[in-house]
T-cell receptor, first 111, second 115 residues
Framework: QQPVQSPQAVILREGEDAVINCSSS?????VHWYRQKHGEAPVFLMILLKGGEQKGHEKISASFNEKKQQSSLYLTASQLSYSGTYFC????????????FGKGTRLHILP | GAGVSQSPSNKVTEKGKDVELRCDPISGHTALYWYRQSLGQGLEFLIYFQGNSAPDKSGLPSDRFSAERTGGSVSTLTIQRTQQEDSAVYLC?????????????FGPGTRLTVL
């Protein structure tokens, strides 16, 4: 039931792009993305509901393919502040209001 | 406004003792979630409250774990007869409504170390 994230870790230079993937073996209603910096609490990035919509905020956007039960987070022209661990969380089609998070993808941006 | 607060921030205890972890959600938030985060691991769901009731307790690891919420506000997570594998950061989050489509606001966590 836990979504699978890939890659587990990424190292980029400032200005490069990254894609983080999240996949589930079960039908999904929504996908949630959070970022956690070392020693801090996770912070909300965005929620995607079924319908294949794509959302974005500045240079961070995401897509949700409900047929494939997959979501991808896109970070373009990465900044040093993007460093941290990115978690995807999934809510199953049954709408049980419970979010199950993946193990996270560690992103490190080098200057 | 005030965010989610948790206390204590750090707790060191001896194996076999009981511990209580407290969460104060954002005022007015009806949904409250507890997660556990072990070193290098993801966010493990423990329990979810909608108001004072817990529709889903499926994530509690064993019967040594229990949680309650009173007055639709403060929640306490209790771990009895602590074991070394209970060592982790325990995170609490609250949400305006009991719908997963809403953002969860996380507290700073309680780091529990069982010696």
């Amino acid at each position: 039931q836990q979504p699978v994230q890939s890659p587990q870790a990424v190292i980029l230079r400032e200005g490069e792009d990254a894609v983080i993937n999240c996949s589930s073996s079960k039908a999904l209603y929504s996908v949630h993305w959070y970022r956690q910096k070392h020693g801090e609490a996770p912070v909300f990035l965005m929620i995607l509901l079924k319908g294949g919509e794509q959302k974005g905020h500045e240079k961070i956007s995401a897509s949700f393919n409900e047929k494939k039960q997959q979501s991808s987070l896109y970070l373009t022209a990465s900044q040093l502040s993007y460093s941290g661990t990115y978690f995807c969380g999934t809510e199953l089609q049954g709408r049980d209001d419970k979010i199950i998070f993946g193990k996270g993808t560690r992103l490190h941006i080098l200057p | 406004g005030a965010g989610v607060s948790q206390s204590p921030s750090n707790k060191v205890t001896e194996k076999g003792k009981d511990v209580e972890l407290r969460c104060d959600p954002i005022s007015g938030h009806t949904a409250l979630y507890w997660y556990r985060q072990s070193l290098g691991q993801g966010l493990e769901f423990l329990i979810y409250f909608q108001g004072n009731s817990a529709p889903d307790k499926s994530g509690l690891p064993s019967d040594r774990f229990s949680a309650e919420r009173t007055g639709g506000s403060v929640s306490t997570l209790t771990i009895q007869r602590t074991q070394q594998e209970d060592s982790a950061v325990y995170l609490c989050a609250s949400s305006p409504r009991g719908l997963a489509m809403h953002e969860q606001f996380f507290g700073p966590g309680t780091r529990l170390t069982v010696l």
